[in-house]
Nanobody, 113 residues
Framework: QVQLIESGGGLVQAGGSLRLSCAASARTFSGYAMGWFRQAPGKEREFVAAITNTFYADYADSVKGRFTISRDNAKNTVYLQMNSLKAEDTAVYYC???????WGAGTQVTVSS
């Protein structure tokens, strides 16, 4: 199983930026598709972005044009660059393999309006 550690969250004003990181333990990280997900208070966890092992990226409509997912296979890390943040982006952000494996602890992102 892949162990995942998310980091980079914090408090930011609306319109600001954050860069999330997800470090994975798997030796075969480069073979996995990876995704970012988020869960806001009182809501179900939802898909945010994904990147395949061939670097194809896909995004939820709500973040297209504002968020960018990337990966560095040499560092076993996937990133989520978040720009033009909105209050509705406030959530705990998680990364995971695709297909899904065990969840990590996530990292809190809070956007103040």
């Amino acid at each position: 199983q892949v162990q995942l550690i998310e980091s980079g969250g914090g408090l930011v004003q609306a319109g600001g930026s954050l860069r999330l990181s997800c470090a994975a333990s798997a030796r075969t990280f480069s073979g996995y598709a990876m995704g970012w997900f988020r869960q806001a208070p009182g809501k179900e966890r939802e898909f945010v972005a994904a990147i395949t092992n061939t670097f194809y990226a896909d995004y939820a409509d709500s973040v297209k044009g504002r968020f960018t997912i990337s990966r560095d296979n040499a560092k076993n890390t996937v990133y989520l660059q978040m720009n033009s943040l909105k209050a509705e982006d406030t959530a705990v952000y998680y990364c995971n393999t695709i297909p899904l494996g065990p969840w990590g602890a996530g990292t809190q992102v809070t956007v103040s309006s």
